[in-house]
Every structure is written in structure tokens, then in C-alpha cells.
């Protein structure tokens, strides 16, 4: 039998992971937090260090599908919100640092909304800027570059591909009858750029994967993600499309004999640990499983 989260076992290890992890909440409801001392402090307070800061800590809260409801989340959340947000722009930043980041600003829409049920304003406005300014160039850039491209991590001759996935999964969690026009459009320009790359390969070179290691399974998924969280994301859309097949031929191509998939790649310095390496992991199973029942007819 393939481990399943809906089973009492799985939603066990999801309480026996969440209170590993609300162990370590501080008493102003952060987690690891950087002294003033710092050089990164303040800008990168709640960013780092990586994976253990606060907003790294609610995505994984998150997507191990710990309640939303808990109410230890609400304070830790608003702050960083506030905290991160730049209302000259109406972004998530990081101040002058890589300026806009588009994969920040996916993961705060993403665990705003997952722990509220729908995005704040702050989160609205940030989704309407990258509805106006997002770029999607694939080797090349596409028309003129816009006043917000001179950070080329982000906004290169290829569009960083974590940028769109990060994007598309804080709208893949707003309800629809919360998104704008402007929210779908956006959504539609990640989806479309996602499948030019068949999820995970190369758009020159479909042998190719297209970013080194996205193909090794891996959870929890900060800003990298892996193929599986792609697909995930593209089946909460509903996105049907024959460019999906090498992708979830992969994704098949990974499944055990015992009938589960493994954890592939970890994430180092995680607030805890959601299994070992090269073992059944139910989350990344849970998730298999969801995407291949969803397409088991194309």
C-alpha cells in the first residue's frame, strides 16, 4: 500500500512534524531570528539564515498541510507581511537586493493564503505589480525591458524559472472567486510558459532537464521547487495538456515496488526533518498520487 496523508498514521507524522516545529517558536512568534548585530539585519530579518528563518518555517508549515487555522500562525505571518512589504512599489522585498523578486513575493501569496483562506491587499497589490511587469523571456528578451530589470537573477535573457513556478503557486491557492482579471491572466502567462518547457526540460532540448537536479524529488519546496511540485501545481490549475506526458512518464518511472515514491534530494537546514533520504516519503507519495490519479487519462 502507497502512504497516504488522509490515514491517521500520515496525519500523526504531520502533528509529530508540527510540534517539532512549534518547539522551536520563540516567544515573539518568530523563529530563528538574526541578532542587530547581523550584517543581513534588518533587510534579511525572517529570510535567513535558510531554511530555518520564519518565512521558510511557515512554508513548510504549510506544505505539510498543518491546519490553517492555528492560531500560533496568524502573528508570525502578519509581521513578516509587514515587514517585507514595500508599499512604494506594493511588493514583498528585500529592499535594494535583487529587486523584484518574484519567487519572495509567490511564497508570501502562497502561505497568505493558505493560512487565511484568501490573500490580504498587501498580497493583491503585489500580484497586480507582477501582473504589469513580470517578464517571461526563454534565451532571449521579448520586446522592450521593462524599469525593473536590472536585476538579472531574476530577470535575465531567461526568466528564472522559479520566479513563474513561485508565482503560480501563491495564485494556485487564492479561491476563484478571489481573482481578479488581472490575477487569471497572470496565471495563464505562468501556465503557458511552464508547458513551452514540458515542466521540467529543456524548450531547445526536450532530452535535456532543464535546471540541474529539478528532475530528483524533494520536499518540503522553498524557492527551488522540483518537477513534482510543478505538476502539482499545474493539476490544482486543471492544466490538461500532451506536453505533461514526459513529465508524469518520469514522475511514474520513479515509483517503488513497494508502491511509494522516495525522497530524492533534501533540503539542508530544514527546522526538522520530513524523512530520509532515499526512503518512502508520504508527502512526496501524497502528492504523486494526487497528480496521477488527476491524470490517469491523458
Not at 47 to 73: C, G, Q, S
Request: hydrophobic share 35%; net charge positive; aromatic share 14%.
Amino acid at each position: 500500500m502507497w502512504l497516504s496523508l488522509k490515514n491517521s498514521t500520515e496525519m500523526h507524522l504531520v502533528h509529530q512534524i508540527s510540534e517539532r516545529i512549534f518547539a522551536n517558536q520563540q516567544d515573539s512568534g518568530f523563529w530563528k531570528t538574526l541578532p542587530e548585530s547581523h550584517k543581513y539585519y534588518p533587510d534579511y530579518l525572517h529570510y535567513v539564515p535558510n531554511f530555518k528563518a520564519t518565512l521558510w518555517t511557515l512554508i513548510m508549515v504549510a506544505d505539510i498541510k498543518h491546519p490553517a487555522d492555528d492560531t500560533r500562525i496568524q502573528k508570525p505571518l502578519e509581521k513578516i507581511k509587514k515587514h517585507f512589504f514595500d508599499p512604494k512599489f506594493g511588493i514583498y522585498s528585500l529592499k535594494e537586493d535583487h529587486f523584484p523578486i518574484p519567487c519572495l513575493n509567490g511564497n508570501m501569496v502562497y502561505i497568505d493564503s493558505y493560512f487565511n483562506g484568501s490573500p490580504g491587499q498587501k498580497s493583491l497589490q503585489a500580484l497586480q505589480f507582477f501582473s504589469k511587469y513580470q517578464r517571461f523571456d526563454d534565451g532571449t528578451y521579448l520586446g522592450e525591458k521593462n524599469e525593473f530589470c536590472s536585476n538579472t537573477s531574476c530577470y535575465g535573457k531567461h526568466t528564472c524559472y522559479w520566479g513563474i513556478v513561485k508565482l503560480l503557486k501563491g495564485i494556485s491557492f487564492i479561491p476563484q472567486a478571489d481573482r481578479t482579471d488581472e490575477v487569471n491572466r497572470l496565471a495563464e502567462r505562468c501556465i503557458d510558459f511552464i508547458l513551452l518547457h514540458k515542466v521540467c526540460y529543456s524548450s531547445r532540448n526536450d532530452q535535456r532537464i532543464m535546471i540541474n537536479r529539478m528532475d530528483k524529488l524533494t520536499f518540503p519546496n522553498m524557492y527551488k521547487s522540483d518537477f513534482l511540485e510543478i505538476l502539482w501545481l499545474l493539476k490544482r490549475e486543471k492544466v490538461k495538456s500532451d506536453r505533461l506526458i514526459p513529465a508524469l512518464d518520469l514522475l511514474k518511472s520513479k515509483q517503488q515496488l513497494d508502491g511509494n515514491w522516495y525522497l530524492e534530494r533534501k533540503v539542508n537546514n530544514l527546522a526538522t526533518s520530513t524523512g530520509p533520504l532515499n526512503r518512502p516519503n508520504p508527502f512526496i507519495t501524497h502528492r504523486a498520487r494526487e497528480v496521477l490519479d488527476f491524470y490517469q487519462h491523458q
